[in-house]
């Protein structure tokens, strides 16, 4: 959590607003007390953007099956 003084937010409050990040807090202060809050909130999810088929082509490596790695576990297989 954050705290800034209300005098230096005033000349750069765009820039501290813009900068928060989501569940981020950020109190603002007078003297000795606080005198707001600000939250960052989550972004809205991106709903345009839709799935293709084909999309993860290439980004999939398949590893060839194998027992070799069963054998440590020949115990317990009946």
């Known amino acids: 959590m954050n ?3 209300l005098q230096d937010i005033q000349s750069n409050f765009a820039e501290v607003v813009t900068n928060l990040l ?13 005198v ?5 909130e989550r972004k809205p999810l991106n709903r345009k ?6 999309s993860a082509i290439g980004t999939l490596k398949i ?3 194998d027992d070799e790695h069963l054998q440590d576990f020949a115990d317990y297989m009946p």
């Open 3 to 5: 705290r800034l003084l």
């Open 63 to 65: 590893v060839s099956d």
């Open 36 to 40: 707001a809050q600000l939250v960052g």
């Open 49 to 54: 953007a839709t799935r293709q088929p084909g």
């Open 22 to 34: 989501p569940g981020e807090v950020v109190q603002i202060v007078s003297g000795d007390q606080i």
